[in-house]
Protein backbone atom coordinates (compact mmCIF):
# COMPACT_ATOMS: atom_id res chain seq x y z
CA UNK A 1 0.00 0.00 0.00
CA UNK A 2 3.18 2.13 -0.54
CA UNK A 3 3.46 4.59 1.83
CA UNK A 4 -0.17 4.63 3.50
CA UNK A 5 -0.57 3.42 7.12
CA UNK A 6 -2.76 -0.18 6.77
CA UNK A 7 -6.88 0.09 7.46
CA UNK A 8 -6.13 -1.95 10.44
CA UNK A 9 -4.49 0.72 12.15
CA UNK A 10 -8.25 2.30 12.14
CA UNK A 11 -10.80 -0.15 12.16
CA UNK A 12 -14.16 0.78 13.11
CA UNK A 13 -14.87 -2.22 15.36
CA UNK A 14 -12.11 -0.79 17.34
CA UNK A 15 -13.62 2.36 17.78
CA UNK A 16 -15.80 3.50 20.81
CA UNK A 17 -19.19 3.05 19.75
CA UNK A 18 -21.50 4.94 18.81
CA UNK A 19 -19.37 7.21 16.89
CA UNK A 20 -20.07 10.19 14.81
CA UNK A 21 -19.46 9.48 10.86
CA UNK A 22 -19.70 12.78 8.36
CA UNK A 23 -20.59 11.74 4.98
CA UNK A 24 -18.57 12.62 2.12
CA UNK A 25 -20.33 13.68 -1.17
CA UNK A 26 -17.81 16.17 -2.89
CA UNK A 27 -16.51 15.25 -6.44
CA UNK A 28 -13.17 16.02 -6.36
CA UNK A 29 -10.21 14.87 -3.59
CA UNK A 30 -9.49 19.10 -3.00
CA UNK A 31 -12.96 19.80 -1.81
CA UNK A 32 -13.26 16.65 -0.31
CA UNK A 33 -9.97 17.28 1.94
CA UNK A 34 -11.78 20.44 3.03
CA UNK A 35 -15.19 19.03 4.23
CA UNK A 36 -12.64 16.26 5.98
CA UNK A 37 -10.79 19.06 7.51
CA UNK A 38 -13.91 21.21 8.71
CA UNK A 39 -15.57 18.25 10.16
CA UNK A 40 -12.62 17.16 12.22
CA UNK A 41 -12.79 20.36 13.66
CA UNK A 42 -16.71 20.09 14.19
CA UNK A 43 -15.59 16.67 16.22
CA UNK A 44 -16.36 14.03 13.94
CA UNK A 45 -15.24 10.89 15.04
CA UNK A 46 -15.27 8.65 11.47
CA UNK A 47 -15.71 9.30 7.62
CA UNK A 48 -17.65 7.52 4.67
CA UNK A 49 -16.86 8.53 1.25
CA UNK A 50 -19.04 8.26 -1.39
CA UNK A 51 -17.38 7.10 -4.55
CA UNK A 52 -20.22 7.37 -6.63
CA UNK A 53 -20.39 11.14 -5.75
CA UNK A 54 -16.44 11.27 -6.88
CA UNK A 55 -15.72 12.22 -10.47
CA UNK A 56 -14.41 8.88 -12.44
CA UNK A 57 -10.91 10.58 -13.17
CA UNK A 58 -10.53 10.76 -9.09
CA UNK A 59 -11.39 7.44 -8.83
CA UNK A 60 -7.97 6.13 -8.99
CA UNK A 61 -5.28 4.75 -6.16
CA UNK A 62 -3.27 8.23 -5.77
CA UNK A 63 -6.09 10.16 -5.28
CA UNK A 64 -7.87 8.10 -2.50
CA UNK A 65 -5.22 7.52 -1.19
CA UNK A 66 -4.83 11.20 -0.84
CA UNK A 67 -8.20 11.19 0.98
CA UNK A 68 -7.72 8.50 3.30
CA UNK A 69 -4.36 10.49 4.65
CA UNK A 70 -6.55 13.38 5.66
CA UNK A 71 -8.69 10.82 8.04
CA UNK A 72 -5.57 11.42 10.09
CA UNK A 73 -6.38 8.83 12.85
CA UNK A 74 -10.09 8.32 12.30
CA UNK A 75 -11.42 5.48 10.54
CA UNK A 76 -12.71 5.87 6.94
CA UNK A 77 -15.12 3.56 4.75
CA UNK A 78 -16.44 3.79 1.22
CA UNK A 79 -19.73 3.27 -0.14
CA UNK A 80 -20.41 2.87 -4.23
CA UNK A 81 -23.79 2.47 -4.93
CA UNK A 82 -25.28 2.16 -8.14
CA UNK A 83 -25.92 4.77 -10.71
CA UNK A 84 -27.29 4.97 -14.12
CA UNK A 85 -23.71 5.21 -15.27
CA UNK A 86 -23.40 1.83 -16.93
CA UNK A 87 -20.94 0.22 -13.95
CA UNK A 88 -21.55 -3.50 -13.02
CA UNK A 89 -21.16 -4.47 -9.26
CA UNK A 90 -18.22 -6.03 -10.34
CA UNK A 91 -16.39 -2.71 -11.23
CA UNK A 92 -18.05 -1.32 -8.18
CA UNK A 93 -16.57 -3.68 -5.97
CA UNK A 94 -13.37 -3.49 -7.49
CA UNK A 95 -13.26 0.12 -7.12
CA UNK A 96 -13.87 -0.70 -3.21
CA UNK A 97 -11.27 -2.53 -2.78
CA UNK A 98 -8.89 -0.09 -4.49
CA UNK A 99 -9.73 1.86 -2.00
CA UNK A 100 -9.31 -0.45 0.62
CA UNK A 101 -5.87 -0.98 -0.71
CA UNK A 102 -5.42 3.24 -0.57
CA UNK A 103 -6.32 3.12 3.50
CA UNK A 104 -10.09 2.79 3.21
CA UNK A 105 -10.90 1.03 7.10
CA UNK A 106 -14.17 -0.60 5.39
CA UNK A 107 -16.37 -0.63 2.75
CA UNK A 108 -20.15 -0.69 2.45
CA UNK A 109 -21.68 -3.60 0.35
CA UNK A 110 -25.20 -3.60 -0.85
CA UNK A 111 -27.03 -6.69 0.58
CA UNK A 112 -28.11 -7.33 -3.12
CA UNK A 113 -24.47 -7.24 -4.45
CA UNK A 114 -24.52 -9.14 -8.15
CA UNK A 115 -28.03 -9.55 -7.80
CA UNK A 116 -30.47 -6.41 -7.91
CA UNK A 117 -33.19 -7.97 -5.53
CA UNK A 118 -36.28 -6.31 -3.79
CA UNK A 119 -35.53 -4.65 -0.23
CA UNK A 120 -31.67 -4.85 -1.49
CA UNK A 121 -31.50 -8.49 -0.22
CA UNK A 122 -30.25 -11.20 -2.65
CA UNK A 123 -31.41 -14.76 -1.88
CA UNK A 124 -29.64 -15.91 -5.44
CA UNK A 125 -26.81 -18.79 -3.68
CA UNK A 126 -24.10 -17.60 -7.00
CA UNK A 127 -24.79 -14.04 -5.19
CA UNK A 128 -24.39 -14.59 -1.88
CA UNK A 129 -21.34 -17.19 -2.79
CA UNK A 130 -19.43 -14.28 -4.70
CA UNK A 131 -20.82 -11.74 -1.40
CA UNK A 132 -18.73 -14.24 1.37
CA UNK A 133 -15.62 -13.76 -1.37
CA UNK A 134 -15.31 -10.35 -1.17
CA UNK A 135 -15.77 -10.20 2.10
CA UNK A 136 -12.85 -12.78 2.54
CA UNK A 137 -10.69 -10.01 0.24
CA UNK A 138 -11.53 -6.86 2.31
CA UNK A 139 -10.42 -8.95 5.41
CA UNK A 140 -7.41 -9.87 3.82
CA UNK A 141 -6.68 -6.95 2.62
CA UNK A 142 -6.97 -5.62 6.44
CA UNK A 143 -10.33 -3.96 6.39
CA UNK A 144 -13.67 -4.89 7.40
CA UNK A 145 -17.14 -5.10 5.42
CA UNK A 146 -20.46 -3.25 6.89
CA UNK A 147 -23.47 -4.71 4.73
CA UNK A 148 -26.28 -2.43 3.93
CA UNK A 149 -29.86 -2.64 2.48
CA UNK A 150 -31.75 -0.09 1.87
CA UNK A 151 -35.63 -1.47 1.80
CA UNK A 152 -37.05 2.06 1.45
CA UNK A 153 -40.84 0.93 2.61
CA UNK A 154 -41.42 0.45 6.60
CA UNK A 155 -40.91 -2.94 7.55
CA UNK A 156 -41.52 -4.06 11.52
CA UNK A 157 -39.21 -4.50 14.21
CA UNK A 158 -39.15 -8.70 13.56
CA UNK A 159 -38.90 -8.29 9.56
CA UNK A 160 -36.27 -6.09 10.01
CA UNK A 161 -34.45 -8.69 12.37
CA UNK A 162 -34.66 -11.32 10.29
CA UNK A 163 -33.45 -9.28 7.40
CA UNK A 164 -30.51 -8.04 9.87
CA UNK A 165 -29.85 -11.54 10.66
CA UNK A 166 -29.78 -12.92 7.18
CA UNK A 167 -26.85 -10.29 6.80
CA UNK A 168 -24.89 -11.52 9.64
CA UNK A 169 -25.03 -14.94 8.46
CA UNK A 170 -23.04 -13.69 5.28
CA UNK A 171 -19.80 -12.75 7.68
CA UNK A 172 -20.07 -8.90 7.66
CA UNK A 173 -18.60 -6.97 10.55
CA UNK A 174 -21.55 -4.61 10.26
CA UNK A 175 -25.10 -4.59 9.40
CA UNK A 176 -26.93 -1.76 7.72
CA UNK A 177 -30.73 -1.07 7.76
CA UNK A 178 -32.41 1.99 6.08
CA UNK A 179 -35.99 2.10 6.00
CA UNK A 180 -39.14 3.96 5.36
CA UNK A 181 -41.38 5.75 7.90
CA UNK A 182 -44.05 8.09 6.82
CA UNK A 183 -46.11 8.71 10.00
CA UNK A 184 -46.19 9.24 13.91
CA UNK A 185 -46.91 5.45 14.75
CA UNK A 186 -44.12 3.98 12.75
CA UNK A 187 -41.47 6.61 13.72
CA UNK A 188 -41.93 5.09 17.53
CA UNK A 189 -42.04 1.53 16.42
CA UNK A 190 -39.10 1.66 14.60
CA UNK A 191 -37.27 2.99 18.22
CA UNK A 192 -38.05 -0.19 19.32
CA UNK A 193 -36.62 -1.95 16.27
CA UNK A 194 -33.57 -0.49 16.65
CA UNK A 195 -33.01 -1.47 20.51
CA UNK A 196 -34.82 -5.12 19.44
CA UNK A 197 -31.93 -5.75 16.54
CA UNK A 198 -29.38 -4.58 18.68
CA UNK A 199 -29.96 -7.22 21.11
CA UNK A 200 -30.00 -9.91 18.83
CA UNK A 201 -27.10 -9.26 17.14
CA UNK A 202 -23.84 -10.35 17.46
CA UNK A 203 -22.31 -7.71 15.46
CA UNK A 204 -22.91 -3.80 15.48
CA UNK A 205 -25.84 -2.16 14.29
CA UNK A 206 -26.51 0.53 11.78
CA UNK A 207 -30.28 1.90 11.86
CA UNK A 208 -31.67 4.48 9.74
CA UNK A 209 -35.08 5.98 9.16
CA UNK A 210 -35.56 7.77 5.75
CA UNK A 211 -37.82 10.78 5.19
CA UNK A 212 -39.02 13.85 7.22
CA UNK A 213 -40.27 11.37 9.94
CA UNK A 214 -37.54 9.41 10.25
CA UNK A 215 -35.07 13.00 10.94
CA UNK A 216 -35.88 11.96 14.66
CA UNK A 217 -35.08 8.30 14.96
CA UNK A 218 -31.53 9.70 12.87
CA UNK A 219 -30.78 12.12 15.81
CA UNK A 220 -31.54 9.55 18.83
CA UNK A 221 -31.01 6.54 17.52
CA UNK A 222 -27.32 5.93 18.62
CA UNK A 223 -29.11 6.37 22.23
CA UNK A 224 -30.66 3.39 21.61
CA UNK A 225 -27.71 0.96 20.47
CA UNK A 226 -27.27 2.36 16.33
CA UNK A 227 -23.77 2.04 16.03
CA UNK A 228 -22.82 5.16 13.76
CA UNK A 229 -24.92 8.57 13.65
CA UNK A 230 -24.21 10.00 10.19
CA UNK A 231 -23.96 13.07 9.75
CA UNK A 232 -23.39 15.95 7.10
CA UNK A 233 -20.47 18.61 7.70
CA UNK A 234 -22.73 21.11 6.40
CA UNK A 235 -25.76 21.07 3.73
CA UNK A 236 -24.38 21.23 0.43
CA UNK A 237 -26.08 20.87 -3.03
CA UNK A 238 -25.24 17.39 -3.45
CA UNK A 239 -25.42 16.37 -0.12
CA UNK A 240 -27.96 14.83 1.77
CA UNK A 241 -30.51 17.29 2.71
CA UNK A 242 -32.35 15.49 6.27
CA UNK A 243 -28.73 13.76 8.03
CA UNK A 244 -28.30 15.91 10.75
CA UNK A 245 -25.86 18.08 10.80
CA UNK A 246 -22.75 16.88 12.51
CA UNK A 247 -22.16 19.61 15.28
CA UNK A 248 -25.72 19.62 16.13
CA UNK A 249 -26.11 15.70 16.55
CA UNK A 250 -22.73 16.12 18.65
CA UNK A 251 -24.40 18.61 20.69
CA UNK A 252 -26.99 15.78 21.34
CA UNK A 253 -25.00 13.20 22.36
CA UNK A 254 -22.43 15.35 24.67
CA UNK A 255 -26.20 16.93 26.54
CA UNK A 256 -28.46 14.13 26.58
CA UNK A 257 -27.87 11.70 29.84
CA UNK A 258 -28.44 8.18 28.39
CA UNK A 259 -25.58 6.23 29.46
CA UNK A 260 -26.57 3.85 32.55
CA UNK A 261 -24.94 2.93 36.20
CA UNK A 262 -22.94 0.06 36.27
CA UNK A 263 -26.40 -1.21 38.41
CA UNK A 264 -29.33 0.74 37.21
CA UNK A 265 -30.86 -0.25 40.50
CA UNK A 266 -28.55 1.15 42.54
CA UNK A 267 -29.43 4.98 41.81
CA UNK A 268 -31.13 7.89 43.88
CA UNK A 269 -34.62 6.11 43.59
CA UNK A 270 -33.79 2.19 44.73
CA UNK A 271 -34.91 -0.96 43.43
CA UNK A 272 -38.38 -1.10 42.41
CA UNK A 273 -40.72 -2.33 44.83
CA UNK A 274 -41.61 -6.31 44.63
CA UNK A 275 -45.38 -6.76 44.71
Not at 15 to 34: A, E, F, G, H, W
Not at 257 to 268: H, I, N, V
Amino acid sequence: MKDSEPPTKHLFSRQRLPILVTSLTDPTPTKTICTMRNAIFDGTDAFMLHMEALKQEHICENDLMMICNYACDKPLYTMNYRRPNGKTDEQLIEEQLMAVRAGASMIDMMGDMFDPSPLELTWDSRAIDRQKQVIEEVHALGGEVLMSSHVWVYVTAEEALAHAKAIEDRGADFVKIAMGVHNEEELLASLRTTALVKNELKIPFLHICMGQWGKLHRAISPTLGSCFALCVQSYTEAGHKEKPLLRAEKAVLDNIDWMRARDPYLGTRGRPKED
